[in-house]
């Protein structure tokens, strides 16, 4: 374990923290691909080594960003890096444009990420998408990455995951007609940048129609309850966990970010303090819990992988559900954060950065740390300290265009060009 050095001020403490997190993409990616492997330990059936993941990577694209922005690693070598990564996409399998979950990640073929799932993931594609724009703007200098990052975004066929009903679908295989347990993407969740990008796309788009017909008219979509004196604009009863409401804006960005069902600023703060409402309350009596130890989300658990969240509640506690919540709730990450590195650090901080989760009540701490779950960490933190990804991935055109014509506003939304 790494030497925790306690007594640093909260902008040390959130500096020190965001540069050990880098590690996990900067030290742990695939040395041919350059692709973030899913975990670094805990595996469940696959090779660690080799299994890289696309959404993970895209996220770790804009983590990426991060450590070249704070001069953590020089800018030439994130531009190879992103390179490298460009490259071995052109090259990966692909369905109709769109990514499988897992790729190999020396050969780019496709993992299975479950029986019967080897074809196309929509919404891994969506994160991976915003990566890959953030890269182009931060690197818009380099006008021949750019075309090559457009030509891979171009080639995505959204419009191929559109079942007959007008539903958007999550997984598809063109080789194979739909399957029973087909999985329909309807909101709230983290799926929501399937949307924005699918309807900014010039070239295969999803029409607005399946937005307002599917994805808002699911039951789970509207909630408008109180819990704890907070009202949760969208999603199921105490919200879910936490990353349906961090994961979409990591690129996209809230602030300001309004259509007919929701403020979606107003939305990503509810669902952090409703999360820690229900840690406050604790319920089951967990040890541990507190306004200094809080935070539900999907991680590893001591049974294997769960989403964890109020209504799926084990005692586990995920570091980065409080963490990458700076950007909507500050005072209240900023007390677990601290809890975490000055308190917990000695069983639970490494030399890149925290553990993926823990269990106080059982005295278990994971052996893993997860790309999905390291990432929105570091760049919470840079969302909250100067908003440089939401910058960056929204003011990219394709974003500005699905905005659009999905009939967001917000005060960074240019006006349409005739």
């Not at 990420?113 to 929509?122: E, V």
Request: hydrophobic residues 40%.
């Amino acid at each position: 374990m790494a030497i925790v050095i306690r007594g640093l001020d909260d902008a040390a403490l959130r500096d020190r923290v965001a540069q050990a997190t880098a590690l996990y993409f900067l030290d742990w990616s695939h040395p041919v691909s350059g692709m973030a492997r899913e975990r670094s330990g805990g595996a469940f059936g696959y090779d660690i080594e080799e299994t890289v993941c696309t959404g993970g990577t895209g996220f770790g694209l804009l983590a990426q960003i991060v450590a070249a922005e704070r001069g953590w690693r020089p800018k030439r070598e994130i531009l190879d890096r992103t390179e490298r990564i460009v490259g071995f996409l052109e090259r990966a399998d692909r369905f109709d444009g769109v990514f499988p979950h897992f790729l190999q990640g020396t050969t780019g073929r496709v993992l299975p990420f479950m029986p019967g799932d080897d074809g196309g993931d929509l919404v891994e594609t969506a994160f991976l998408m915003m990566g890959l724009l953030g890269a182009a703007a931060y690197f818009a200098e380099e006008p021949t990455l750019g075309a090559r990052i457009e030509g891979l975004f171009d080639a995505v066929n959204w419009a191929a995951h559109l079942r007959e009903d007008g539903a958007v679908m999550w997984h598809h295989h063109p080789d194979r007609p739909w399957c029973p347990s087909a999985l329909p993407i309807r909101g709230w969740n983290e799926a929501f940048p399937v949307f924005v990008l699918g309807a900014g796309s010039r070239t295969h788009p999803i029409p607005a129609s399946a937005y307002h017909r599917s994805w808002a008219t699911a039951p789970a979509f509207l909630n408008g309850r109180s819990y704890g004196g907070t009202p949760l604009p969208l999603g199921p009863d105490w919200g879910g966990p936490l990353f349906l409401s961090q994961y979409p804006f990591l690129g996209i960005d809230p602030r300001g970010l309004r259509d007919a069902y929701a403020d979606y600023g107003a939305q990503a703060r509810a669902h952090a303090l409703v999360n820690r409402q229900h840690c406050l309350l604790n319920p089951k009596g967990w040890d541990g819990y507190g306004a200094d130890c809080w935070g539900l989300t999907a991680s590893d658990d001591p049974s294997g992988y769960v989403a964890h969240s109020p209504t799926e509640d084990t005692g586990v506690i995920t570091p980065t559900a409080a963490l990458a919540s700076f950007p909507f709730a500050p005072a209240e990450a900023m007390p677990v954060l601290r809890h975490l590195h000055d308190v917990l650090g000695d069983r639970i901080w490494g030399e890149a950065g925290f553990v993926d989760a823990f269990c106080e009540t059982q005295g278990w701490v994971a052996e893993s740390r997860l790309a999905i779950d390291q990432a929105p960490i570091l760049i919470g933190l840079e969302n909250h300290r100067t908003g440089l990804l939401w910058e960056l991935v929204s003011g990219r055109p394709e974003v500005q265009r699905g905005l659009r014509a999905l009939g967001f506003t917000a005060p960074y939304l240019a006006p349409a060009i005739a």
